[in-house]
Antibody, heavy 113, light 107 residues
Framework: QIQLVQSGPELKKPGETVKISCKAS????????MNWVKQAPGKGLKWMGW????????TYADDFKGRFAFSLETSASTAYLQINNLKNEDTATYFC??????WGQGTTLTVSS | DIQMTQSPASLSASVGETVTITCRAS??????LAWYQQKQGKSPQLLVY???TLADGVPSRFSGSGSGTQYSLKINSLQPEDFGSYYC?????????FGAGTKLELK
């Protein structure tokens, strides 16, 4: 069956870097783009952008341009979200989602000094 | 960017009741709208896509309707497992923004 499995929770300090993974299985990875969605504690869902898994071209929402980077390891059917120069406000759960139907379980990131 | 205005923000209802959640888009989204349910601590689950098509396995008590800029999700005869948060999301243009969410609580 189709699954997206994300990496485990992260605890980081401000200024550090984190890389979250999302491993897909059960379908042809390059057939569907991968979206990334942020959910801050107690808040709603915010679309961060997506990466074309066929071409590798990323698209970022305006609020996520600069410190955020999407990448792929196509041979491993895995997508990555990297956040550089972490800030307290990056504390959130991050979801990967393929086609709206399939979502990862979420990765909780806590940024605290 | 198209903004999605979702209402109500919260809703208190009893098992067996019927509730309706609405989303208004700031521009015509041509039925490119999805509805999700999210339980506490879980990932969102797709309920409806293309405004009115139920995702596989979604009970028929859920229904989506609307067109243009106005869309609704109706839940007939609420069941205990229906309580949680609901979000709309348009897919007409980039960015595909979400509504702010509706928290459906047990009365």
């Amino acid at each position: 069956q189709i699954q997206l499995v994300q990496s485990g929770p992260e605890l980081k300090k401000p200024g550090e870097t984190v890389k979250i993974s999302c491993k897909a299985s059960g379908y042809t990875f390059t057939n569907y783009g991968m979206n990334w969605v942020k959910q801050a504690p107690g808040k709603g869902l915010k679309w961060m952008g997506w990466i074309n898994t066929y071409t590798g071209e990323p698209t970022y929402a305006d609020d996520f341009k600069g410190r955020f980077a999407f990448s792929l390891e196509t041979s491993a059917s895995t997508a990555y979200l990297q956040i550089n120069n972490l800030k307290n406000e990056d504390t959130a759960t991050y979801f990967c989602a393929s086609g709206g139907l399939y979502w990862g379980q979420g990765t909780t990131l806590t940024v605290s000094s | 960017d198209i903004q999605m205005t979702q209402s109500p923000a919260s809703l208190s209802a009893s098992v067996g009741e019927t509730v309706t959640i609405t989303c208004r888009a700031s521009g015509n989204i041509h039925n490119y709208l999805a509805w999700y349910q999210q339980k506490q601590g879980k990932s969102p689950q797709l309920l409806v896509y293309n405004a009115k098509t139920l995702a596989d396995g979604v009970p028929s008590r859920f229904s989506g309707s609307g067109s243009g800029t106005q869309y609704s999700l109706k839940i007939n005869s609420l069941q205990p497992e229906d309580f949680g948060s609901y979000y709309c999301q348009h897919f007409w243009s980039t960015p595909p923004t979400f509504g702010a969410g509706t928290k459906l609580e047990l009365k």
